[in-house]
Structures are given as structure tokens and as C-alpha cells.
């Protein structure tokens, strides 16, 4: 049963900070990976979505990257700022058959000014 | 450019009664349809899945039902409401050639 996991719960940095979040997946048979942002009380947005054959995908401040074969992901913010404070959510897709995501915990960033 | 609406916002309902949470796609055609929620301390569990009128695939057994009358409008029923019914729900949809899905504004359930 693919299982995500997001490290950490929470962090809080300065703002200007460049910070790393975690994501990683038991069952590296994924067909993507996706990368979402959720403001309190509110729905989730998009970011990033990385197809299983991809290594990393980019936009503006972000970046994410994926090791399938390890069952890692990780999003790179640059030059965090106060508006960056979100829970970010992991998800994956696991196969091409289904489309149901399973999702991460997330992770609840605080950026202070 | 397409929207997604859900309604109401917020709810407070007492434990045993009925439930209609309503969801509707705007500008689009023939999306895959999704019912999430979101409980506290727990991530997002996916609860029913529609790929066409009438197609509803369950994910999770519960005393909650999905219905598609129609192509762009999605609702998620019960007949009688839990406590651990409470949560947050999230609609959400994706064109069926492409992988990103769509979240409404989500819809907060709390059972009294």
C-alpha cells in the first residue's frame, strides 16, 4: 500500500531564507508526483507536477525534484517570503490505470518578515 | 476559463441527520470528478471518484454516497451524519487528457 510521508510537520524561517521540504513514498512505482499549496480554510493549488520520467520541474522561486528510484521528493523554495506561509501537500498518482492522488500530512511553513 | 464552485462554505449539523454537499464545474466538458476530505491531523483521503455521468467509483466504505446527475455537478450525500463525519471536503476536478487536478474553495463540516 503506497504510503507519503512529509518532513517536516512544520517549519518557520526568516524571510530571504532558501528552505527544503521533504516528500517521500513508499511504493516508487508512481506515474507522477504533484506539489500543492493549501492557505488555512482554503482549497488546495497546484504547483508543480513531475511525470515519473522527469527529474525536476520549475516555477519562478520553486523547484522540484524527484527520485523515483529512492521514493524522494523534495521542493525547493528560493528567497522565502512572508506570502510563501501555506501547508505544502505532496501527492502521487500511482498509476496510470487509476487517477486517485494519495497525499502527504504536508508541511506547515511559517515565514516571518 | 474554467471555476469550481462548492456550497455552503461552512456547516454545522447535528449527528444523524442528512447531508448534501453540492459541486459544480464551470467551463469545461466530461471532467473527472473528485470527493476528498481532509479531517484534523490526517491528510487528504480521497472518498469517490467520477470519470462520467452516472460513474461513481467509492474508495473508502462509509455511510457517505456520490451522485453525477449531471456532467459538470458532483454531490456527496449521507442519510445520517457521524461525529467523524466532521472534516473538511474538498471537491475537485481534472480534464481527462491532462494530470493536474482543480480544487474548490473546500466546504467545512462540523457534526455536533
Known amino acids: 500500500k503506497q504510503e507519503v510521508t512529509q518532513i517536516p510537520a512544520a517549519l518557520s524561517v526568516p524571510e530571504g531564507e532558501n528552505l527544503v521540504l521533504n516528500c517521500s513514498f513508499t511504493d516508487s512505482a508512481i506515474y507522477n508526483l504533484q506539489w500543492f499549496r493549501q492557505d488555512p480554510g482554503k482549497g488546495l493549488t497546484s504547483l508543480l507536477l513531475?511525470?515519473?520520467?522527469?527529474r525536476e520541474q520549475t516555477s519562478g522561486r520553486l523547484n522540484a525534484s524527484l527520485d523515483k528510484s529512492s521514493g524522494r521528493s523534495t521542493l525547493y523554495i528560493a528567497a522565502s517570503q512572508p506570502g510563501d506561509s501555506a501547508t505544502y501537500l505532496c501527492?502521487?498518482?500511482?498509476?496510470?490505470?487509476?487517477?486517485?492522488?494519495?497525499f502527504g500530512k504536508g508541511t506547515t511553513l511559517s515565514v516571518s518578515s | 476559463s474554467q471555476t469550481i464552485h462548492q456550497w455552503p462554505a461552512t456547516l454545522v449539523q447535528p449527528v444523524g441527520s442528512p447531508l448534501s454537499l453540492e459541486c459544480t464545474v464551470e467551463g469545461t466538458s466530461n471532467p473527472n470528478l473528485y470527493w476528498y476530505r481532509q479531517a484534523a491531523g490526517r491528510g487528504l483521503q480521497l472518498l469517490f471518484y467520477?470519470?462520467?455521468?452516472?460513474?461513481i467509483s467509492s474508495e473508502v466504505p462509509q455511510n457517505l454516497s456520490a451522485s453525477r446527475p449531471q456532467d459538470r455537478q458532483f454531490i456527496l450525500s449521507s442519510k445520517k451524519l457521524l461525529l467523524s463525519d466532521s472534516g473538511f471536503y474538498l471537491c475537485a476536478w481534472k480534464p481527462g487528457a491532462t494530470d493536474t487536478q482543480y480544487f474548490g474553495p473546500g466546504t467545512r463540516l462540523t457534526v455536533l
Open positions: 467520477s470519470v462520467g455521468i452516472g460513474q
Open positions: 501527492a502521487v498518482r500511482p498509476g496510470q490505470a487509476g487517477t486517485a492522488l494519495i
Open positions: 513531475i511525470q515519473s520520467s522527469q
